[in-house]
């Protein structure tokens, strides 16, 4: 199938009416808002895509749930506490390392993402209230490892028959008196997919855990690096760049990160954004209550670790930070520069789609274009009109009822912490020189006129999609991957990572390099054959026949 010629004669808006042709005429109209073709010019604007809406029933979304985003993303990657799913075994079950989040298992030795906790709900507990056993639960964890910190996770069946898990952790807090324990409301239904989870999860832990440590840490040039989440070890490797400038990293949230990171959080003097999408909302928070200002941030791309690192310098101003950023970008380029020139001749002018959550389909992009490759199509599962056409579109967002069904929390700044590190005078002056606070573009705005824009997309129309467009690579998750790869088509795990990793800083854009050419330039797909393309009709015949 991959032998079939390219149609490069289709036009962008011909690809958009082939995708609806086959929907009855209401979800053909629902789809179409989410489906944009980009547009833009200098002068206008794209036009405005449908985001953050429920998924059409019948349609298989790429989508995870609010459970997923709040236990496995943010808080997953926490080593030293104990996360307990209450609910029946199977959403514990299916969360337990799934997620390739790497962590140290750090000087104590203390680690639990190894295990998986669950209360493990039965019909009784649906019936008569499952509150006695998750007290139990926390009790037993309580008492075999006495952690810093218990989370409890709600499931979709512990909002329906009323648990509640918050007084269970207050009494159980209060009752042990050294350890943090504390619940979550994400029931899997509670949003329109898991980025409701990232919300709930950066309230709660923004509520019952930043700040809990006064004593500051110690280091120079003090940042958070907040939706970093060490899939595939990018962590680490972004942790050895910093290092070397002499960056001292006091919270990752929350990729290879500990308690008491979280609760030292406070005490940076700049937050360093790289996923806008899953905490926008903690940077947010942590200027209002305590005075750090945030920036955004992309180590995904050498070009971009280069560009992120000189904003880092360019905000403390100091010279001897500068001159060390770029001694380590001098010193680290050309290893990069001389894997670039080696792939660059066989990936210059091949073709990408990238369907990945709510960040990487944008941050791949810098990498892809350092291979001299164009992304035709792109789009997120789940991320809101702000992270496809930029942040001014906030104050415009529509509030419906699915939003609403979670909570804003209101922050004020703290009486004694507030700590304004920058004065408005020092912030005008960068601003004077270009520089940009608070700032984040979307995706929309690196992508080529005419290419398309898709949110949430679904099994059939990327099948379509690549039927149509035959990029020679297709980015997206596990769930994709074979039907994809079905196709003819190459396909690459951009959650997962296919095992491999890390992409981010600067190795990492060298082992994305030397797997990207492999997969761009192997004929390995091309050859397969379904059994129906061979033998369109298949027989068979009963074992005792
Ligand atoms: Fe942020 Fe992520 Fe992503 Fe995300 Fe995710 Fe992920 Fe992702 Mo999978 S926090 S939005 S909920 S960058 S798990 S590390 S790869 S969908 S693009």
Redesign the pocket.
Known sequence: MAKTKKVVQLMPTDIKEELLAKYPPKVARKRAKQIMINEATEAEAPPEILANVRTIPGIITMRGCTYA?CKG?IMGPTRDIVNITHGPIGCGFYSWLT?RNQTEAGPDGENYMPYCFSTDMQDSDIIFGGEKKLAAAIEEAYELFHPKGICVFATCPVGLIGDDIHAVCKKMKAKFGDCNVFAFSCEGYKGVS?SAG?HIANNQVFTHLVGEIETPPEGEYKINLL?E?N?GGDGFEIDRIFKKCGISNISTFSGNSSYDQFASAQHADLNCVM?H??INYVADMLETKYGIPWIKVNFIGAESTAKSLRKIGEYFGDKKLIDRIEEVIAEEMPEVEAARAEILPRTEGKTAMLF?????AHHYQDLFAEMGMKTLSAGY?FAHRDDYEGRHVIPELKVDADSRNIEEIEVEADPERYNPRKSPQEIKKLEEAGYKFKHYEGLNDQMDKGTIVIDDLNQYEAEKLVELLKPDVFCA?IKEKYSIQKTGVPMKQ??SYDSGGPYAGFKGAVNFYHEIDRLVNSKVWSYMKAPWQESPELTGTFVWE
């Open positions: 985003g993303v997620r898991q990232h939706g989440y899939i996923c999408r899953s990945v959550g709510g960040s990487r599962e998750g951009l959650h």
